[in-house]
T-cell receptor, first 114, second 114 residues
Framework: NAGVTQTPKFQVLKTGQSMTLQCAQD?????MSWYRQDPGMGLRLIHY???????DQGEVPNGYNVSRSTTEDFPLRLLSAAPSQTSVYFC?????????????FGPGTRLTVT | GQQVMQIPQYQHVQEGEDFTTYCNSS?????IQWYKQRPGGHPVFLIQ?????EVKKQKRLTFQFGEAKKNSSLHITATQTTDVGTYFC??????????????FGQGTILTVHP
């Protein structure tokens, strides 16, 4: 199993550009989520999904969209990039949305918005 | 909303010294998880605590969950250079429909001097 994969690993955008961060998992996990990591702030939840066709907002959803058309894929779309979205983005998945399932993280995408 | 505070933010130790990081939640948790992130890497699951007052050990690592299920600690005995990294706690709020929604602490960055 490849686990959780993310592409690209690095990306530089100009303010106002849009792009999609890709996330895929091959573990048949129901639950998937997106976090951003900024220095001194830990990981903050952007959006999450408890199964195909179901998504919900996390702590910091503004400026981001998600969709979950399949169990395997959970792309994160930046609608109009801003410098404040410069961050490291991690996708994670877990076996089920039941309480206490450990999360498996992808390798991350380092995004810079100029 | 739920807040999870983690202290200290940084800890520098000599190899062989002990290390402890503390995690406090503003709300009662259904469970707490601990993750380790090596420099340049992604968070990796260490352990989950579910029961009030629970204590779990993994070799030199001891994890505790408070009686009120609002705080937790990670203690490393006799640190080694391989322990270097950032340690995060992540709590899931008790009650409601917070399925799998983890709130991460800010993390404690541990450096170990040989």
């Amino acid at each position: 199993n490849a686990g959780v994969t993310q592409t690209p690993k690095f990306q530089v955008l100009k303010t106002g550009q849009s792009m999609t961060l890709q996330c895929a998992q091959d573990m048949n996990h129901e639950y998937m989520s997106w976090y951003r990591q900024d220095p001194g702030m830990g990981l903050r939840l952007i959006h999450y999904s408890v199964g195909a066709g179901i998504t919900d907002q996390g702590e910091v959803p503004n400026g981001y969209n998600v969709s979950r058309s399949t169990t395997e894929d959970f792309p994160l779309r930046l609608l109009s990039a801003a410098p404040s979205q410069t961050s490291v983005y991690f996708c994670a998945s877990s076996y089920s949305p039941d309480r206490g399932a450990e999360q498996y993280f992808g390798p991350g995408t380092r995004l810079t918005v100029t | 909303g739920q807040q999870v505070m983690q202290i200290p933010q940084y800890q520098h130790v000599q190899e062989g010294e002990d290390f402890t990081t503390y995690c406090n939640s503003s709300t009662t948790l259904s469970n707490i998880q601990w993750y380790k992130q090596r420099p340049g890497g992604h968070p990796v699951f260490l352990i989950q605590l579910v029961k009030s007052g629970e204590v779990k050990k993994q070799k030199r690592l001891t994890f505790q969950f408070g009686e009120a299920k609002k705080n937790s600690s990670l203690h490393i005995t006799a640190t080694q250079t391989t322990d270097v990294g950032t340690y995060f706690c992540a709590g899931e709020n008790a009650g409601g429909t917070s399925y799998g929604k983890l709130t991460f602490g800010q993390g404690t960055i541990l450096t170990v001097h040989p």
